[in-house]
């Protein structure tokens, strides 16, 4: 099994390195992961720069962009073969909800997945990396499954997994979740800078919105492990009826607003 991992917060990050220490003896992996911390990214690409890779000092891999350039790069000439699997974390905090529309680690798995492979995007639930090394394990251990189960290599899916920061025995069990919903981000934050401008943060994201059983937060808030599939399509099939009745109206000529 070859096994591509990625990240959002670079490659010298605790949570990569736990990543590849848990599978290094199952599996060949690489990892191609950005220079640094590139959280919130999404499905971002560099287009009008270029793009170097070098090796750290860690025997990985690292690339001057976005997670999702790094494993498009790593897909299309890097490697020099197709990788059954694409890993993307471990992440230092949760990607749930909304989250997972901003997530560079979300992100760099997505792109896996546009190229037809099978894919999983792992975080971790609290920020700070604790019991970082259960969470590893838990991860080795449901990519032998699912590898057992003959899952990798055949059609592509889309995996985001949260894991709860506890020890390995205390872990609850996956649970299938659909996606929460946080209420909006908390105001902007303003400071001023050394020379009198105005500067802007963006501020933290809000408490859960919904947290309904079903969902990743309610799933993880009980000690369990959160698997949500993703899809890429965006589009609204619930309205599209309600739509192609306003789309032919704003087609029908000599019509004006009123």
């Known amino acids: 099994m070859k096994i591509l991992i990625s990240n959002d917060d670079g490659y010298q990050a605790p949570g990569l390195v736990a990543l590849y220490d848990a599978l290094k003896d199952v599996a060949e992996v690489e990892v191609v992961a950005p220079e640094q911390n590139n959280s919130a990214k999404s499905n971002a690409l560099t287009l009008h720069t270029p793009l170097y890779v ?20 790593a897909v299309t000439g890097l490697l020099g073969y197709r990788p059954d699997l694409v890993l993307s974390g471990i992440n ?7 989250d997972t529309i901003y997530s560079g680690t979300v992100g760099a798995a997505m792109e896996g997945y546009l190229f037809g492979i099978p894919a999983i995007a792992f975080s971790q639930v609290e ?88 969902t990743d937060f309610h799933a993880t808030t009980q000690g369990h492990i959160s698997m949500t599939p993703l899809k890429v399509d965006l589009t609204d099939h619930d309205h599209l009826g309600y739509w192609a009745q306003t789309a032919a109206r704003l087609s029908e000529p000599g019509k004006s607003p009123a």
């Open 127 to 214: 920020r700070n990396w604790g019991h970082l090394q259960a969470a590893a394990q838990k991860a080795r251990d449901l990519v032998l499954q699912m590898s057992t189960q003959n899952l990798i290599g055949a059609s592509p899916w889309l995996l985001n997994i949260n894991i709860p920061n506890l020890p390995f025995d205390e872990l609850g069990h996956v649970k299938l979740c659909r996606l929460g919903r946080r209420h909006s981000a908390e105001a902007v934050i303003t400071q001023t800078n050394p020379r009198g401008e105005t500067m802007y943060w963006i501020g933290a994201a809000g408490p859960s919105k919904d947290d309904a059983e079903g």
């Open 92 to 98: 230092n905090g949760a990607n749930m909800g909304d």
């Open 54 to 73: 070098s090796r750290g000092s860690n025997g990985f891999r690292y690339i001057n962009g976005t997670p999702a350039d790094c494993v498009h790069v």
